[in-house]
């Protein structure tokens, strides 16, 4: 499977950041119909699975910051050095580390 470009990894974690105000806001999240959208702005490159796949090791390193996972979101594997880099800094960004 091809590398995830910075603006696809961006544009998920940006995703999986909205999803986790959601779940603190206790709102009702739809992960099928995002993760529809992530594979249509990039041309199908990747599947449903491996979005989800990518939002459980966003989830690994959000766990690592001291910060909640979204539910239903299990922690797994770790994300390399530019995940955390890049979870780190959107975090700081949306003050919340």
Same mark, same amino acid.
């Given at each position: 499977?091809?590398?995830?470009?910075?603006?696809?990894?961006?544009?998920?974690?940006?995703?999986?950041?909205?999803?986790?105000?959601?779940?603190?806001? *206790?709102?009702?999240?739809? /992960?099928?119909? !995002?993760? %529809?959208?992530?594979?249509?702005?990039?041309?199908?490159?990747?599947?449903? =699975?491996?979005?989800?796949?990518?939002?459980?090791?966003?989830?690994?390193?959000?766990?690592?910051? *001291?910060?909640?996972?979204? /539910?239903?979101? !299990?922690? %797994?594997?770790?994300?390399?050095?530019?995940?955390?880099?890049?979870?780190? =800094?959107?975090?700081?960004?949306?003050?919340?580390?």
């Amino acid at each position: 499977m091809a590398v995830y470009s910075n603006a696809e990894l961006r544009d998920t974690i940006s995703v999986y950041f909205d999803w986790l105000e959601a779940d603190k806001r *206790g709102d009702k999240i739809l /992960k099928t119909a !995002k993760y %529809r959208q992530l594979i249509e702005k990039y041309n199908g490159v990747r599947s449903k =699975g491996s979005y989800e796949s990518k939002m459980q090791n966003i989830s690994a390193v959000v766990v690592t910051l *001291g910060l909640p996972h979204v /539910k239903g979101l !299990k922690p %797994r594997g770790h994300g390399g050095a530019t995940i955390r880099a890049m979870v780190t =800094g959107m975090a700081k960004e949306r003050g919340l580390i």
